[in-house]
């Protein structure tokens, strides 16, 4: 795979298409993934996908669920992607209720550019952007977009999990499945946040990029369920 050794794409990979064929929707899915780590996706992922500019894959992913809503619609992106350029798609999209499903992959930075500071790089993060760490007084706070989207009225899932452990790996992929489950049985829109490791541009081993998380990234984007309205719980944090 392109991915660096140690970064979280490959191991989300490997669950979304181990629950796509769980769900025995491989003919049917549609991905969608916009500029960002995650281009590459379709060299790996045996189902039809499409591009998207960057940030416009709700957007996208929109009107493919519309003109064929008997499809599987994902939509793939990372955090530079969705929470920047693509803030707009998303909170109208969620607005909208669309009856698709959204995997946001959030490692506190962008990657493939270069580890430039993202809107979820943590205060004090040392960035390319931000060598003295990011400045709260001058970049504001990090976004949470589970949060951010849990104020709206229309999804019906949000969640957010982790890869940096083997427990919340199973946990992830669990996300993943009733995310897709959902929008096969018509539920409405689906929002599963990954916290995930950049070992490259954060300047760490792998090992130190997975504690990272875990130490760093969970304390501030606090794993669990935000609302799963189809087994009615509106919201429970870990």
């Known amino acids: 795979m392109h991915y660096c050794p140690g970064c979280g794409h490959s191991i989300i990979h490997k669950l979304l298409t181990q629950v796509i064929d769980e769900l025995g929707i491989r003919g049917k899915t549609v991905i969608v ?31 493919l669920k519309r003109a064929m809503p008997d499809r599987v619609i994902i939509s793939y992106q990372g955090d530079g992607d969705l929470a920047a350029i693509g803030t707009a798609e998303t909170l109208h999209a969620a607005n909208r ?104 541009n954060w300047g760490v081993s792998p090992l130190q990029a997975a504690g990272w998380v875990k130490e760093s990234m969970v304390p501030y984007y606090r794993l669990g369920v935000f609302r799963d309205r189809a087994s009615g719980r509106e919201k429970q944090n870990d």
């Open 97 to 200: 209720g669309e009856n698709f499903t959204v995997i946001f992959v959030n490692n506190a930075i962008y990657g493939m550019t270069g580890g430039q500071m993202a809107p979820t790089t943590l205060v004090g993060q040392k960035t390319k952007t931000t060598p003295f760490g990011r400045d709260e007084k001058w970049c504001g706070t990090p976004l949470r977009m589970c949060e951010i989207l849990n104020a709206l009225d229309a999804p019906v899932y949000i969640e957010r999990v982790s890869v940096h452990e083997v427990k919340n790996v199973i946990k992830t992929k669990k996300a993943i499945k009733k995310g897709l489950q959902y929008q096969i049985d018509g539920t409405g829109y689906s929002f599963i946040e990954v916290l995930s490791m950049c070992p490259t």
């Open 33 to 63: 993934a916009p500029v960002g780590c995650s281009v590459l996706l379709y060299n790996y992922i045996d189902t039809d996908a499409t591009e998207a500019a960057h940030g416009r894959a709700a957007a996208v992913a929109t009107g």
